[in-house]
T-cell receptor
Framework: EPEVTQTPSHQVTQMGQEVILRCVPI?????FYWYRQILGQKVEFLVS????????KSEIFDDQFSVERPDGSNFTLKIRSTKLEDSAMYFC????????????FGPGTRLLVL | KQEVTQIPAALSVPEGENLVLNCSFT??????LQWFRQDPGKGLTSLLL?????REQTSGRLNASLDKSSGRSTLYIAASQPGDSATYLC???????????FGSGTRLQVQP
C-alpha cells in the first residue's frame, strides 16, 4: 500500500542552524501538508501546499519556515535558523484531490534543537 | 477559533470490552472529521473519515458517529484487543480550510 515517507527519522541540530526536512508524498497525491507535535502537546497545522503554492498557513509558519517541491516527488520543509522551541516531531501529510479528503501522514521526523 | 476536546484523556479496559471515545468541537461549521491512531513515537494512521453530511462510518470493529449540530463525535471500538492499545486522535477540518485541528487524544490501554 502506498505511504508517505519522511527523512531523516531523527535530526539533532544546534540552535541557529538551518535544517531541511524531507518528505515523499504518495505518488499521485496533489495536496501536501506539514504538521508538528511538540512533546506532550497537540498536533498543530503548519502549512498546506498545492500546485506549487502555499494554500494555507498557520501563525506558527513565520518567515523562518519555507516549503518547496523541488522535483516531482519530494516536498521539503526548511527552518532557516532553528530555535530551541522548534524541537518537535514534524509530520508530512498528503491527499489525492480536494474531493479525497483523507490526509495520509508520514512517520515523522523528530527534530531536537540544542 | 476551532477547539477540539477529547474525553477521557486516558482509558484502561480489559480485553474484550466495548468502549467509546468522545470528541467535541466548538465550531459546528466543519467539512469533515477524521479519527487517527498514534502509537508511541510513531506517525498517525487514519482510521475513519466522516463527511459533515454523514452520521456515521464503520470499518471493521470501529464505528464513528458524528452529530455536527451538537459538536460531537464518538469512536466506538467493539471487542477491544491488546493490539488496540494506542492514542486515538480526533481532528476536524473546518469549512473553507484545509488544516486539521486536533484534539489532545485519548490514550487507550487494553489489558490482556
Amino acid at each position: 500500500e502506498p505511504e508517505v515517507t519522511q527523512t531523516p527519522s531523527h535530526q539533532v541540530t544546534q540552535m541557529g542552524q538551518e535544517v531541511i526536512l524531507r518528505c515523499v508524498p504518495i505518488s499521485n497525491h496533489l495536496y501536501f501538508y506539514w504538521y508538528r507535535q511538540i512533546l506532550g502537546q497537540k498536533v498543530e497545522f503548519l502549512v498546506s501546499f498545492y500546485n506549487n503554492e502555499i494554500s494555507e498557513k498557520s501563525e506558527i509558519f513565520d518567515d523562518q519556515f519555507s516549503v518547496e517541491r523541488p522535483d516531482g516527488s519530494n516536498f521539503t520543509l526548511k527552518i532557516r535558523s532553528t530555535k530551541l522551541e522548534d524541537s518537535a516531531m514534524y509530520f508530512c501529510a498528503s491527499t489525492l484531490l480536494a474531493a479525497e479528503e483523507t490526509q495520509y501522514f508520514g512517520p515523522g521526523t523528530r527534530l531536537l534543537v540544542l | 477559533k476551532q477547539e477540539v476536546t477529547q474525553i477521557p484523556a486516558a482509558l484502561s479496559v480489559p480485553e474484550g470490552e466495548n468502549l467509546v471515545l468522545n470528541c467535541s468541537f466548538t465550531d459546528s461549521a466543519i467539512y469533515n472529521l477524521q479519527w487517527f491512531r498514534q502509537d508511541p513515537g510513531k506517525g498517525l494512521t487514519s482510521l475513519l473519515l466522516i463527511q459533515s453530511s454523514q452520521r456515521e462510518q464503520t470499518s471493521g470493529r470501529l464505528n464513528a458517529s458524528l452529530d455536527k449540530s451538537s459538536g460531537r463525535s464518538t469512536l466506538y471500538i467493539a471487542a477491544s484487543q491488546p493490539g488496540d492499545s494506542a492514542t486515538y486522535l480526533c481532528a476536524v477540518r473546518d469549512t473553507g480550510r484545509r488544516a486539521l485541528t486536533f484534539g489532545s487524544g485519548t490514550r487507550l490501554q487494553v489489558q490482556p
